[in-house]
Each structure stands twice: as C-alpha cells, then as structure tokens.
C-alpha cells in the first residue's frame, strides 16, 4: 500500500477533525481498490496500478492536504467535460450551449448512443461523451487545443498540465465508439463540425495529464463561486458555476449519478482514469485518484471515500 503522504500549510493547520476524516477516509477507499478493475477498453489506462489511490484536498483558507499517490500524474478523461462546457458557456453564453445539448441525466452508460438515436437528435447532457463530443465539435473552429489545455492549466492551477502522448495515441487508435457518435451526430445535422477534426480534439482534452491536486484546485474555484480564492480573479461567471454545479449533481457520475447524490450529496464529476472531482462546501475542493473502476466507470477508492467524507464532515448539500 502507498505511503501516506501528508502536507498543510503552515500559517494554516487543519483541524484535528478535519485531518483525521480524510486519514480515515484514505485508509477506507485504499481497502476496496482491489475490488475494482481498471479500464482496459483504451490499452494505455489498462497498464495503470490498481491498487494506486490518492487525496487531496484545498480549501478557501489556502490549507491543503495530500494523501497517497495525491500527485501522480494520470489522463483527466471524463472531467474533462466540466471544462468543455466551462468553456463552452463562457465563449457561447447559456442560450447558445443548450441549443446543442440538453440539461438531462440519461440513465444510460457515458458512451450510450441508445437515447440519442431513438429519442433525441440532442445528446442528454454535456457530461456524457455525445455532450461533450457535441460542444468540443461547437468549438473546434474557434479554439486550438493549446488554448483550452491553457484554459485546463488556469482552472486546474496547475501549469505542468500537458498532453499525455501515450494516452492520446491510444485514445486515437481505439476511439471508435466515440467517432461513431460523431457521426450520428453529423448525421443528424446537430454536430457543428467536421466529425473526425471533433473526435480528435476529444481525444486531446481526455488525454490532459493532472493529478487529485489538480482537481482538488478546480473543485476549489467551483466550489468557490468561479473565483481563484488565492487571486481573487473570477475564472467562471457566477451564474455559469450554478449550472456546472447542477449538472454535476445530476450527472457527473453518469448512471451512478443519483445514488451518489443521495449517499454523497457533492457536486462531483468521474473519469475512467480514475480521477473524481468534487465541490464541497466551505468552499472545499476534493480530488481523488484511483483508477480501479466500479461496473459504472467510477473510480470505487474514490466513490467509497466520498462517502465517508461526507458523513464525518457534513459535506452532503442537504444537511443542516
């Protein structure tokens, strides 16, 4: 089992109860990654640890804590869609986002095309791979993948953000599914760009390399009402955080999105890297690293934490 690893700012300790939650927590989700597998379906993230799990947390006081592999480096893949959309609603505004997708769960799996072929020329939401394939095809004339990575990097707070090679090749090579649903998109006359230019800048921004600090630091400026609390700069408008918050509620773990709203209660997002962005109130950023995935491609460590995070801290949006 990886080392626990432990950093907090000196000016600001945590509280012991703080502290010892996340310890917990750690030790909690470290005890189930071998219950998961990791994905195998692109070849790159099959050859991830599966035992590999990592916390980390940043709050609006500037403490912070790491916990196990808190800063490996690993593909940001699904939560990749938060900045898309980020993106999206900030450069098209909300009217013109939602006449390309629409604001509902599917009840489906991420890369589902049942609903999109039989009931909706309109992927469900952004944060299935028809949704965001959908806004990245809404962008893909207007942005070069260098300045969204830059967008990511400001988000993220982090700068070492850059394309992971290996993965994107492998996500090329094995993203079939996904040009698939580009072209019933384009099909439809929905899709707005060229299906394979689309596909690949995808592929792209799933391939970003982050780490749990990465997104803790994302989770932080959602949580946070859009603003680095550090700079005081308002990286997302207000009103667009209140519908990233939403959708990641009702959507951000695809068909295991309203058990996690009940058990959890945070506005969160998974990737089958294994990362798992949330936004807690504080404001609170939390992200995880743990590539063993349950039957719906959430990180299991990741899921299993949360839950305990939330009863031990209060976290759930519905508790008093």
């Known amino acids: 089992m990886t080392e626990i690893k432990l950093e907090t700012t000196e000016a600001a300790p945590l509280p012991p109860e703080l502290e ?7 030790e909690i989700g470290s005890a189930v990654t071998g219950t998961g597998r990791v994905a195998d379906y ?9 035992r590999a799990f990592g916390i980390a947390m940043l709050d609006g006081q500037g403490r912070s804590l790491c916990l196990g592999d808190a800063e490996t480096r690993f593909s940001i893949q699904s939560v990749c869609k938060v900045i898309i959309l980020a993106v999206s609603l900030k450069a098209k505004g909300q009217r013109e986002t939602f006449s390309h997708v629409m ?3 599917s009840g489906d799996a991420f890369d589902s095309i049942l609903k999109l072929d039989t009931r909706s020329n309109r992927p469900f939401n952004p944060l299935i791979n028809a949704g965001a394939i959908q806004l990245v095809s ?3 004339e207007d942005f070069s993948f260098e300045q969204l990575m830059d967008e990511a990097r400001t988000l993220c707070m982090d700068e070492r953000i850059c394309l992971n090679e290996a993965v994107y090749r492998s996500e ?15 099909s439809k006359g929905v899709l707005q760009g060229d299906p394979e230019k689309t596909a690949d800048l995808y592929f792209k921004l799933c391939s970003l390399s982050v780490t749990a600090k990465s997104l803790a630091a994302l989770g932080l400026v959602i949580a946070n009402g859009g603003v680095d609390p550090f700079r005081g700069e308002q990286l997302i408008a207000r009103e667009h955080v209140r519908i ?3 959708l990641m509620f009702t959507c951000g773990l695809y068909d295991y999105s309203g058990k996690f709203g009940v058990r959890v209660g945070v506005p969160a997002k998974s990737g089958v890297g294994g990362g798992l962005l949330c936004a807690a109130r504080g404001p609170m950023g939390i992200g995880l690293y743990g590539p063993a995935l349950d039957e719906f491609g959430n990180s299991v460590a990741g899921v299993t934490a949360m839950e305990h995070l939330s009863r031990q801290l209060n976290l759930h949006v519905f508790d008093y």
């Open 20 to 26: 010892s939650a996340f310890r917990e927590a750690y």
């Open 42 to 50: 692109i070849p790159e993230l099959a050859k991830a640890d599966r």
């Open 103 to 105: 604001m509902e769960p």
């Open 138 to 140: 809404t962008l893909v």
């Open 172 to 186: 090329f090579e094995s993203g079939n599914r996904n040009r698939a649903i580009a072209y019933l998109l384009k």
């Open 244 to 246: 990233l918050k939403s």
